[in-house]
């Protein structure tokens, strides 16, 4: 039985400055996408101020404090915690809450997950705060997974406002906010609310008028200024729906070429549903696919739909015969791959054919496969095809 070809990391000595995949097309040809190694801690000091934050890809997760209850309820790696995360470059984060005894705690549906909002509230601060990362913003989606909503709302301003930060730590306008309004600060995406009865001026931040729940085609909604759209078909009817799960979340995506107002988009990679799709088959996927013996995942699939876009950006300057010789135990010379010119200006070689990748993705287990680690490409995707004056750039 040969193996499929498919994308590998290649290891380099030393701290690096690049990071290269190698796809294994043929025996004579391989493709190399290579990019420059950045922090993911703090990615966003790199992008102008001038950016709105519906023309970035931003990694997040889904149920992004749902730790327990494997393998039904748990989404997230227990080594995942919040701070994890968010140095590892997820900027979009899924807060589901819960009224217990009068505090709100994180919950997955009525399992409870255990850590208090004011614990993720004391997170996010010491994130927004630190020299390294005060350039960064984070996205907090906050949905109530019990009843009683104008308590709930209430009690979510309250123990924000007693948080360290307070409610000026907070954007609460409805509408998408540009980069540098909202460096140091949580942008509020609020799956509550109503009419935000009890907030001044009754601002609750982004501010979703419909969530249809599981619609397979997707939906939109237009938030003041922006064209939302959104994917979230989650109840998927097994792990053989994987394939078309991973092309409805990737098509979105890539934005309409010509559209009259700015389009943000934003897709759930997670699908759940018993007996035959919990979120780890449905993410991590199942058994030794290489070798024909298991089924490959959301996450793998995405991973291989970004190296590839990235691959035939550079398709001319990075495949390599195998007949030349090449060294992967130091760094490799560059300049037979690609020019650096392409990374000191994203837009150098940007063509009217070029995929613009940007929207706002929230995984499960997002760390999962190491081989294709989603964050850094999803990072990377702000830097590529980019076009001068074009998007705040």
């Not at 397979?216 to 792990?239: H, M, R």
């Amino acid at each position: 039985m040969s193996l499929r070809s498919e994308w590998k990391r290649v290891n380099l000595q030393g701290d690096s400055p690049w990071v290269i995949y190698r796809n294994r097309i043929s025996r004579k040809r391989h493709v190399l996408v290579v990019f420059p190694h950045r922090d993911t801690s703090c990615f966003l000091a790199n992008i102008p101020d001038s950016v709105p934050l519906s023309s970035l890809m931003l990694p997040g997760t889904h149920e992004t404090m749902a730790f327990y209850g494997w393998p039904i309820s748990q989404c997230q790696s227990n080594e995942s915690t919040l701070a994890v995360q968010l140095h590892s470059g997820i900027r979009v984060i899924d807060i589901r809450l819960s009224i217990i005894d009068d505090r709100l705690i994180s919950y997955h549906g009525i399992v409870p997950q255990r850590t208090p909002f004011s614990d993720i509230l004391q997170t996010l601060y010491t994130y927004l705060t630190s020299p390294m990362t005060a350039s960064e913003t984070v996205v907090v989606s906050i949905k109530q997974e019990n009843s009683n909503p104008s308590l709930f709302s209430k009690l979510v301003r309250e123990e924000i406002k007693a948080s360290p930060g307070g409610l000026q730590m907070w954007f609460l306008e409805n509408r998408v906010p540009k980069l540098g309004e909202v460096r140091g600060k949580a942008v509020m995406f609020s799956r509550f609310g109503g009419d935000g009865d009890g907030w001044e001026n009754g601002a609750i931040g982004i501010h979703p008028p419909l969530w249809p729940d599981s619609l397979k085609q997707g939906f939109y909604w237009e938030c003041p200024g922006t064209l939302v759209q959104i994917q979230d078909w989650y109840a998927i009817p097994s792990f053989l729906s994987i394939p078309e799960k991973t092309s409805l979340s990737t098509e979105i995506l890539i934005p309409p070429p010509k559209s009259a107002i700015p389009t943000l988009s934003i897709s759930f990679l997670s699908a759940s549903s018993i007996p035959f799709a919990f979120p780890p088959i449905i993410a991590r996927g199942f058994g030794w696919p290489r070798w024909g013996l298991g089924f490959d995942g959301v996450n793998y699939r995405v991973g291989k739909w970004l190296l590839d876009k990235l691959s035939k950006d550079d398709d001319s300057d990075h495949s390599q015969d195998s007949s030349q010789s090449h060294s992967h135990s130091s760094d490799p010379d560059l300049s037979k791959y690609a020019g650096d010119s392409q990374y000191d200006s994203p837009w150098d070689s940007c063509t009217d054919e070029d995929p613009r990748i940007r929207g706002w993705v929230l995984m499960d287990y997002y760390g999962d496969p190491i081989e294709q680690a989603l964050v850094p490409l999803f990072v990377e995707c702000n830097f590529r095809w980019r076009r001068a004056k074009e998007e705040g750039w």
